[in-house]
C-alpha cells in the first residue's frame, strides 16, 4: 500500500529536516491506511477490544527528508500470526529515492494481555503478509 504525505514545517528540526521522531507517526499514519484498507481500522479492532502493541522498531535512516516535500511510503505485513504481525514500510522522497526503511513488529493485545487473534481478523491480515 501507497501512502503519499506532505511535509510540513512542525514535523522538521533546525536544520529543516523531518525530525527523526517524525519518521514514527508518518509510519504509524501509514500502518493505520493499510489496515483501513483491508477493512480493519483500528476502531473495528477497537470494537473487539484488541489493540496492537508496538514491541520493536528497527529503522535505517538513508536520506533526510525535507520541508514541503511530498513523500510516499509503502507499508506491507511481511510476517503475521494470531498472535504477532512484523510490517516492512519504506519511505521516499518527491524523487523516488529510498530515504528510510523501517521494520515493525507488534503484538496483539486485549485487556492488556496477549491474545491470539480471532480467525477471520487473522485471515485478513494474512491474506496481505507478503512473506510466510
Known amino acids: 500500500m501507497i501512502y503519499n504525505r506532505k511535509i510540513y514545517g512542525y514535523e522538521c528540526d533546525i536544520y529543516g529536516h523531518l525530525n527523526n521522531a517524525n519518521y514514527l507517526h508518518i509510519y504509524e499514519e ?3 491506511e493499510l489496515l483501513q484498507e ?4 483500528i ?3 477497537n470494537e473487539h477490544n484488541i489493540s496492537i502493541y508496538l514491541t520493536r522498531i528497527e529503522m535505517q535512516f538513508v536520506k533526510s527528508i525535507t520541508l514541503e516535500e511530498t513523500i510516499k511510503v509503502q507499508s506491507d505485513i511481511s510476517q503475521t500470526t494470531r ?10 522522497n518527491a524523487n523516488n529515492e529510498l530515504c528510510n526503511k523501517a521494520t ?3 503484538v496483539f ?3 492488556g494481555k496477549p491474545i491470539r487473534l480471532p480467525r477471520p481478523l487473522f ?4 491474506r496481505r503478509a507478503t512473506a510466510k
Open 30 to 32: 501509514a500502518r493505520a
Open 104 to 106: 515493525v513488529e507488534g
Open 83 to 92: 498472535l504477532r504481525s512484523i510490517w516492512v514500510q519504506e519511505m521516499y
Open 43 to 45: 476502531s473495528d479492532f
Open 38 to 41: 483491508l477493512g480493519m481500522s
Open 109 to 111: 493485545v486485549s485487556d
Open 123 to 126: 485471515d485478513q491480515l494474512k
